[in-house]
Structure formats: C-alpha cells, structure tokens
C-alpha cells in the first residue's frame, strides 16, 4: 500500500509524513532517479559507439551557451483594431 501525505511518518515520530520524511524521501528518489538517467545515457554512448567503430561522435550540446541573434531590421508594428 502507498504512504499518503496525511498518514502517519513511518519512522515512528508521530508526526504526519509530510511533515517529517517527505523531503528527505523525495530527495532520496530524485538522487537514484538521475543516477539511473546518467547509467542509461553512458550505457547508450557505448552502444553507439559500437555499433559504428571508427566514426568520431559529436560531442554533447553545451548548456546555457549563446543563443542565436535575432534578425536584424525594423520590428513590425503589431495591428490594432479600429474602435467601433
């Protein structure tokens, strides 16, 4: 059966669980959850890799790197509606 927000905290403290463990326990599944992403992503780099052997793979995309300029020139002017 799941824990509910409202039911008592399963470490004993009588506290509700959403006072008392959620966090921690949402914390716990976020840690496991991104280190199981991280074994899948090498797990498909290795694939890759083997299943094209002397083929250089490009490297990954860089974050929060320049963004493209927008077009240069004038803006348009958004249209308005005539009042009735």
Do not use: I
């Not at 509700?16 to 074994?39: G, I, M, P, T, V």
């Not at 890799?49 to 020139?73: D, F, I, N």
């Amino acid at each position: 059966m799941k824990l509910g927000r409202n039911d008592p905290c399963h470490c004993g403290s009588g506290q509700k669980y959403k006072k008392c463990c959620l966090d921690r326990d949402q914390a716990q599944r976020a840690a496991q959850f991104a280190a199981e992403a991280a074994q899948r992503r090498a797990a498909t780099v290795e694939n890759a890799q083997e299943s094209r052997p002397g083929v250089p793979t490009a490297p990954a995309r860089a974050t929060g790197g320049a963004r493209p300029k927008p077009p240069m020139g004038p803006t348009p002017t958004p249209l308005r509606r005539r009042a009735v």
